[in-house]
């Protein structure tokens, strides 16, 4: 049961464009939520977050959007750069329930000249 | 200086050997874990430990069996190896409750 969902295993930009990656949920219990970001041969590493009492947040290039009624996420980066060309994974997690991070299955972001 | 280091980042082994993945973070996190990300790119959460005691644990065939010697180490022993192990293992370590994770460069085991 994927509780997590990426449904666009990959996404093509062009350079200075809005890059969208999307994110679903189905757990409602889940109230934090994470971006990471991966190169390959190495690990993800921590993007942006959001909490469930938030709808934005936002960090430099970076906002993430939550609406929880839809129980959907997205991630914004404005203006992409070639840099941005990485695997983003979503995540969610239950505070308190033992930081168990749920991951989605990733979508590979390119970023084109 | 790596503040979640795994080693090896590479190993290839028949199957039935054991084979051992150490992990040691330098953060002074108190939460370790063990994630396998399978060939389908699925990142799943194994085990976790909290200053070296066991919170988390997945369904996850006894084979496995994470140690932790201290809470800046986690490492992770397979025995009689399958095919289906073959695999890239992330250790991670966090701070309380955040949920942010600082990931190792990965252990990719590749088993024959």
């Known amino acids: 049961d994927q509780q997590v969902k990426q449904n666009s295993p990959s996404l093509s930009v062009q350079e200075g464009r809005i890059s969208i990656l999307n994110c679903d949920y189905t757990?409602?219990?889940?109230?934090?939520f994470l971006w990471y970001k991966k190169y390959p041969a190495e690990g993800p590493t921590f993007l942006i977050s959001i909490s469930s009492i938030k709808d934005k947040n936002e960090d430099g290039r970076f906002t993430v959007f939550l609406n929880k009624s839809a129980k959907h996420l997205s991630l914004h980066i404005v203006p992409s750069q070639p840099g941005d060309s990485a695997v983003y994974f979503c995540a969610a997690i239950v505070r308190g329930g033992g930081n168990k991070l749920t991951f989605g299955t990733g979508t590979q972001l390119k970023v084109e000249l | 200086d790596t503040a979640v280091s795994q080693t090896p980042k590479y190993l290839v082994t028949q199957m039935g050997n054991d084979k051992s993945i150490k992990c040691e973070q330098n953060?002074?996190?108190?939460?370790m874990y063990w994630y396998k990300q399978d060939s389908k790119k699925f990142l799943k959460i194994m085990f976790s430990y909290n200053n070296k005691e066991l919170i988390i644990n997945e369904t996850v065939p006894n084979r496995f069996s994470p140690k932790s010697p201290d809470k800046a180490h986690l490492n992770l022993h397979i025995n009689s190896l399958e095919l289906g192990d073959s695999a890239v293992y992330f250790c991670?370590?966090?701070?309380?409750?955040?949920?942010?994770?600082?990931f190792g460069e990965g252990s990719r085991l590749t088993v024959l």
């Open positions: 953060l002074g996190h108190d939460t």
């Open positions: 991670a370590s966090s701070p309380p409750i955040t949920g942010e994770l600082f």
């Open positions: 757990n409602s219990m889940f109230d934090y």
